[in-house]
């Protein structure tokens, strides 16, 4: 068996695609830009990246974006008073504070400080807290990314056993949640679990978001399951690689993400995606495109 390797990079252009569409018809009905604010606190070399790739991305589809870089030695109120400022602007539909950040500040009251109907990550309290419940909000781009992949790849989640590797606030918990509220049966492993391979083999879906470099091999995976790896990690050759070994496991696996060009270009993708849907709800339309697990 070769597993199918499932291009993020081709899912995630077609997500792109719908929401350029979906921010012409807010300019043309409305009158507006949809708009994301993104801030960054020190000098991070990977987060300038992502910042960057973020606001190009933004103008890909047509919408408006600002980044507001601050020194390291920023303070938290001062921090603080960026965010509101652009709570208070309604030009702003999205508010996204890049992680990490520098080890002074408190990172929940940086989260909880942003509005909950700008919350693009879905890291506030009442985004999570709605996706405990099943209530409508935002959710977290990365495990969102993830459940749309499956659904692009026509992958069954309801009445499979996933399995989940890492329990973040980011990746791990919400992950889990999703599959749960489709269907799935979900067991959560992280670093305090024995024989991390006894519960790795029984899934038909495992994610794995971890970080640690080669976790996922060959035998710990049941032939045909749906493998997708979050993880990043970088090699002494500078490379980027998951936290499955690509190779061996593409032996036994039915699909398996690649990393990069995998669940990376979905998590931008739902950003965007969550963005317009700010949007729309600001200004009073529904999108008519959205699914159970938007």
Known sequence: ??????????????FRNEVAVRVQRLKEEKGLVPGLAVVIVGDDPASK???RNKALACEAVG???????????????????????????????GILVQLPLPKHFDGHAITEAISPDKDVDGFDHSNLGGLITGHPGFRPCT???????????GIEVDGKHAVVIGRSKIVGKPMSLMLIHEGATVTTCHRHTSDL?????????????????????????????????VGINRQPDGKLAGDVDFAGVSQVAGWITPV???????????????????AERAAGLGTGAETRIA
């Open 1 to 14: 068996m070769s597993a199918k390797r499932i291009d993020g990079k081709a899912i995630a252009a077609e």
């Open 49 to 51: 990246v992502y910042v």
């Open 63 to 93: 919408m408006h974006s600002e980044v507001h870089a601050l020194p390291g030695d920023t303070t938290e109120a001062q921090l603080l008073k960026v965010i509101a400022r652009f709570n208070a602007d309604p030009r702003i539909h």
């Open 143 to 153: 495990p969102l990314g993830v459940m749309k992949m499956l659904e692009h790849e």
């Open 197 to 229: 391979a006894h519960f790795t083999r029984q899934a038909d879906i495992l994610v794995s978001a971890v970080g640690k470099l080669n976790l996922v091999t060959r035998d710990m995976v049941k032939p045909g399951a749906a493998v997708i790896d």
């Open 260 to 278: 990069p060009g995998g669940v990376g270009p979905m998590t931008i993708a739902m950003l965007l995606w969550n963005a317009v849907k700010s």
